[in-house]
């Protein structure tokens, strides 16, 4: 005998504000460094505090890898960290 649940108008508008706060909680900017793996472009310029052109030739000449997902460019905070550790110069 299968058992049958029934779901309550109250029951979905409890599921709305969980879902609501999930992705508001997932959309907040997170603080510099918390847990954050990917950085945009701008994240990257300010970090290193370099103009859009050298962070362009970074990426050009291989220092720096990223990853392209639209016409968003993202990259890695421990490969940052590691081209800080290691100075710009190969």
Do not use: C, H
């Amino acid at each position: 005998m299968a058992v049958i649940e029934i779901l309550t108008k109250e029951d979905l508008r409890n599921f709305k504000s969980e879902l609501i706060q999930e992705i508001r909680a997932l959309l907040q900017p997170q603080e510099q460094g918390q847990n954050k793996k990917w950085l945009k472009s701008q994240e990257v310029r300010k970090m290193l505090n370099i103009s859009p052109g050298t962070l362009q030739n970074l990426r050009i000449n291989g220092t720096l890898r990223y990853t392209k997902i639209g016409s968003m460019l993202y990259y890695k905070l421990e490969d940052i960290n590691t081209l800080l550790e290691k100075g710009f110069e190969q």
